[in-house]
């Protein structure tokens, strides 16, 4: 294994549990005050994207998976990088919080769905889940971001907007049913194993034929 790899994820280890010490002690030492809850804030927030982050890391372990997974650990760190000083800046512009809101939501989408690729899937039923989950986790996604992103008083109609509202229910809950088919879905015993896409192309197999007798 890639010694520097390595490096990296014990100092990725030594990182979160001093943050989880410092959140923790921030909240328990001196309450809920100014300080106290940016250094909440920023150790929480650090935790959350950390956990996206790996999770998309874990992926880019496949080549076929490698720009997923990227894309994922790309967004998850964006995202704590403009929370981060939204918090360490007190900055209140909403264009800055509609985008930190969207970057959270992108980076858990695509965690999602790393996860999913994570897989080693085994049978036809389990790749149709997954992608039926994947569309879903797209379609609910970019619905919330897009919502995000209207004018303020738009933001309160969500609920009123019944076409709207029942797209996003309807994905979610398609989301959630293909997530939990994925696994399942594998574990059935199957003839035909399923034939893994790649995006690498790879040579036809030559096969030696023999010769007539």
Same mark, same amino acid.
């Given at each position: 294994?890639?010694?520097?790899?390595?490096?990296?994820?014990?100092?990725?280890?030594?990182?979160?549990?001093?943050?989880?010490? +410092?959140?923790? $002690?921030?909240?328990?030492?001196?309450?809920?005050?100014?300080?106290?809850?940016?250094?909440?804030?920023?150790?929480?927030? $650090?935790?959350?994207?950390?956990?996206?982050?790996?999770?998309?890391?874990?992926?880019?372990?496949?080549?076929?998976?490698?720009?997923?997974?990227?894309? #994922?650990?790309?967004?998850?760190?964006?995202?704590?990088?403009?929370?981060?000083?939204? +918090?360490? #800046?007190?900055?209140?512009?909403?264009?800055?919080?509609?985008?930190?809101?969207?970057?959270?939501?992108?980076?858990?989408?695509?965690?999602?769905?790393?996860?999913?690729?994570?897989?080693?899937?085994?049978?036809?039923?389990?790749?149709?889940?997954?992608?039926?989950?994947?569309?879903?986790?797209?379609?609910?996604?970019?619905?919330?971001?897009?919502?995000?992103?209207?004018?303020?008083?738009?933001?309160?109609?969500?609920?009123? #907007?019944?076409?709207?509202?029942?797209?996003?229910?309807?994905?979610? +809950?398609?989301?959630?049913?293909?997530? $939990?088919?994925?696994? $399942?879905?594998?574990?059935?015993?199957?003839?035909?194993?399923?034939?893994?896409?790649?995006?690498?192309?790879?040579?036809?197999?030559?096969?030696?034929?023999?010769?007539?007798?």
């Amino acid at each position: 294994m890639d010694q520097n790899n390595q490096q990296l994820i014990k100092a990725s280890v030594v990182i979160v549990i001093i943050t989880g010490l +410092i959140g923790a $002690l921030s909240i328990v030492a001196d309450g809920i005050g100014a300080t106290s809850g940016k250094i909440f804030s920023l150790c929480l927030s $650090l935790i959350l994207y950390g956990i996206t982050a790996t999770i998309s890391m874990v992926v880019t372990r496949k080549p076929e998976y490698k720009i997923l997974g990227t894309a #994922g650990m790309i967004v998850s760190g964006l995202g704590f990088l403009l929370l981060a000083i939204i +918090i360490l #800046g007190e900055v209140d512009g909403s264009g800055l919080i509609q985008l930190a809101f969207a970057l959270f939501i992108a980076a858990i989408a695509l965690a999602h769905i790393c996860l999913l690729h994570n897989f080693n899937l085994q049978n036809k039923y389990a790749h149709y889940a997954r992608m039926t989950a994947t569309i879903a986790i797209a379609i609910f996604s970019l619905i919330l971001i897009t919502r995000i992103f209207e004018p303020l008083p738009n933001l309160y109609s969500l609920a009123g #907007g019944q076409s709207v509202l029942k797209v996003i229910v309807a994905a979610l +809950i398609v989301d959630l049913a293909g997530t $939990l088919l994925v696994p $399942l879905c594998n574990r059935l015993k199957v003839e035909s194993p399923v034939e893994e896409l790649s995006f690498t192309p790879e040579p036809p197999t030559v096969q030696n034929e023999q010769p007539p007798v």
